[in-house]
Structure formats: C-alpha cells, structure tokens
C-alpha cells in the first residue's frame, strides 16, 4: 500500500535500526557468559568476540544455522544441549532495550507516524523480536535479514524497508542507524539518515519536525 505524505515537513516515515538504537549493545557480563559457555577463557574474550563477528554476517543472512554458526565459533561441532545454551545466550545479549528510546517512539506512534524496524538478526533472534509489546505495538512491519536474506548495507534492504513504509518518495523517509556505513549506504538511495549516537536529544529533534508537522496537519 503506498500512503499519500501528510507530513508538510516533508517527513513521513521513519525506518530504525534495532540494535544500538532501540536496543543496547551487550553487557561485558553478558560477552563473559557466552566465553565461558563456550570454553573460552576471560583472559581470551578477545578472541572469542572475533570468531563470534566473523561468522556472523552469513549466519544474520540467514546463510547458516543455528548449529553450523556456532560451528565456526567453536572450531566443533556443539551437542544439542550446549548449542541451546549458546543460542540462549547469544539471544539475551541482543534484547534489553533503552526505555528512553522506547518513550520516544511510543510518543512519535501516538502522532500516528509510519515506523518499519530493519534489523540485522538471525531467525532466532528475530523471533524473539517480534513477540515484543514494543515490536508489534509501534512498528507497521519489521523486516531482519535472515528472512530477507541479506544485511545492510546491501541497498536491496533498504529497498525492502522503504516500501514497507508505503512512502515513494525515500527522500520523506528518516533513516536511523548507529552505524555510518549502514546511513550513506542509505543516504546513497536517497533517504534521509540521522546516525544514532546515543544521544536521545538528537534523535528527538531529528523526528520532532514530523511530529511537529503532523499536529499541525
């Protein structure tokens, strides 16, 4: 469905990112959990955290499951009952969420503005998402890349996001990402992109013209 733009801002939807903007990066705690589940030393978490991000993009991609991820992070296959709690591990990093952030959208929802969550997770994960109150309560859809099958920065998945909005135009649609390889490959379509930091006044003020504009309206 494509929506006529109301917003006379010129911002009609937005598009988030969900780790490092809604979600918070991992504890320390939490990277020493999955070491030791893993047989990994503290003193070796380094080296964990390395094999743990090579292998992660095909396995985000939807490209690997669960047990050949853990695979290649291992060196070995794991048995069934320690691949659950790997993935029950892995899953617990990736979903505490920053309330201030969540306040935030709820209030940009209230205005009645369009939000898609474009996430690099794999199928587990973004299960687990999407039984969320906040993911089915604020988002018109989410899309992650392992069911779409690739990761940003591919341009295709941004493709996929904005016509989740129902805007044409990607020029009326915010992008937020914490990443800034992930915003100029959206800048690069022509969306609008805020690279999230952390700062909650930034972000606010990037989405308060199209709530400010859409009280207006």
């Known amino acids: 469905m494509t929506r006529t733009p109301v917003s006379p801002t010129g911002v009609d939807a937005v ?42 993009e095909p396995y985000d991609a939807g490209q690997l499951s669960d047990l050949a991820y853990w695979a290649k992070v291992l060196g070995s296959h ?4 320690l691949l659950r709690e790997l993935r029950t ?5 990736w979903t505490r969420t920053d309330p ?18 474009l996430s690099n997770a794999p199928a587990h994960l973004s299960n687990v998402l999407d039984a ?20 940003k920065p591919d341009p295709a998945a941004y493709e996929h996001a904005l016509a989740a909005t ?26 609008r992109t805020h690279h999230y930091t952390g700062q909650l006044t930034d972000l606010e003020r990037q989405l308060w013209p ?3 504009g859409r009280a207006e309206f």
Request: hydrophobic letters at 45%.
């Open 210 to 212: 199209a709530l400010a």
């Open 132 to 151: 969320t109150d906040w993911r089915r309560h604020l988002m018109d859809d989410a899309l992650y890349s392992a069911r779409l099958g690739l990761c």
């Open 100 to 117: 201030h952030v969540l306040d935030l959208l709820y209030r940009a929802r209230t205005s009645g503005l369009p939000m898609v969550l």
């Open 89 to 93: 591990a892995d899953t617990a990093m």
């Open 78 to 81: 794991p048995g069934p009952r």
């Open 166 to 191: 129902g805007i044409f135009d990607p020029g009326r649609v915010v992008f937020v990402d914490d990443r800034e390889d992930n915003c100029r490959a959206a800048a690069a379509l022509g969306l």
């Open 15 to 56: 598009i988030l990112d969900y780790n490092g903007v809604i979600g918070f990066q991992p504890a320390l705690g939490q990277w020493q959990h999955l070491a030791r589940l893993a047989g990994w030393p503290d003193t070796a978490l380094a080296s964990l955290q390395r094999a743990f991000w090579n292998a992660r």
